[in-house]
């Protein structure tokens, strides 16, 4: 299989993950009207097929079944890491879209995916320490920082009332806490001579995904969290074929960065925790999406705006003394 023999690489591959996992969120603005658990069938299916896709490809150079080959000498603790990390994700991700239809992206990756991002590191590293610590945890701590700033701006913004600004801070922390969990559980699952390869745990991953959303997002297409209505499959069948195309595409999108992200993570010089946190970098991507294109902050007050630079600053001194942790470990 394909693996990076330097921290060059590696890089590469952690900043593509940053820019996936930052970007992916962006098709639900291009099909406005479609409710979110419709589009998230379809996001599914885009992580389940990339992840089958670059296993096959990526993940088979040097043997025509190197991915399969791993999935069949896998013990069964190991699958059941991986199909309860992608459970978890697929619940705190519902939770993440949920946050975004009603904060915005903003918002509702800062808050979630930073929160995230400090108890994913923390958890990480307690599994498989590597990296300095004294960079890591002071580029997280710099982050959680940005994530306050950014808590500050939106709560200055003011233009959805006070019931949706508690609301959907309420649902990002709650997002946060759970997507912060599932990536120690996928790198248990690499664990020991019988563990998931990175190509493997990727494709795992995604079935605990859509075995998950076959429960929590049907549910929620009866029993919405958000202001849309109730739907129903009926409903995502008469859909055009380019609305599927976007939540494939959306799905797809994350699905690379999330494969990426387990190959840069299983070298011996980067680590689950270095790769998770410069991965998690995707909420300082997702804000700029929010903020100088979708224009989520344009009517704002002055004292919200000014804001808005400080957090960014604050993110990228941080994201870089994550990625340079490696080199001094």
């Not at 649902?171 to 019988?194: D, H, N, Q, R, W």
């Amino acid at each position: 299989m394909f693996q990076p023999d330097g921290y060059t690489v590696a890089l590469a591959m952690m900043v593509t993950t940053m820019i996936c996992w930052g970007s992916w969120a962006n098709m639900m603005k291009l099909t406005p009207g479609w409710p979110f658990p419709l589009f998230y069938w379809d996001y599914v299916l885009g992580v389940l097929l990339v992840s089958l896709f670059l296993g096959l490809t990526m993940g088979s150079t040097g043997g025509p079944a190197a991915m399969m080959a791993n999935l069949r000498q896998a013990d069964t603790v190991s699958i059941l890491y991986a199909l309860a990390g992608g459970a978890v994700f697929n619940v705190a991700n519902l939770l993440l879209v949920a946050a975004i239809s009603i904060a915005g992206l903003a918002v509702a990756f800062p808050v979630g995916i930073g929160l995230a991002l400090v108890v994913g590191v923390l958890l990480n590293y307690a599994i498989a320490p590597a990296g300095n610590p004294l960079l890591l945890f002071g580029g997280v701590a710099l982050v959680l920082a940005a994530i306050l700033v950014d808590a500050l701006a939106y709560s200055r913004r003011g233009s959805d009332g006070s019931r949706n600004v508690a609301r959907g801070l309420r649902i990002a922390i709650a997002c946060g806490f759970l997507m912060g969990i599932f990536y120690p559980l996928v790198t248990k699952s690499s664990e020991g001579p019988t563990g998931l390869g990175p190509y493997s745990v990727s494709f795992v991953f995604s079935v605990g995904v859509l075995i998950s959303a076959l429960v929590f997002n049907t549910y929620l297409m009866r029993k919405p969290i958000t202001a849309d209505p109730p739907c129903n499959f009926g409903g995502y069948f008469a859909a055009s074929s380019r609305t599927h195309l976007v939540g494939v595409i959306g799905g797809a999108i994350w699905g690379v960065g999330m494969t990426f992200s387990l190959v840069a993570a299983t070298t011996h010089f980067v680590g689950p925790a270095v790769s998770y946190a410069i991965g998690q970098g995707a909420t300082m991507v997702s804000a700029a999406w929010g903020v100088f294109v979708w224009r989520e902050f344009a009517d704002a007050p002055p004292s919200a705006r000014k804001l808005l630079p400080l957090m960014f600053v604050l993110f990228l001194i941080g994201l870089g003394m994550v990625a340079t942790a490696p080199l001094y470990a």
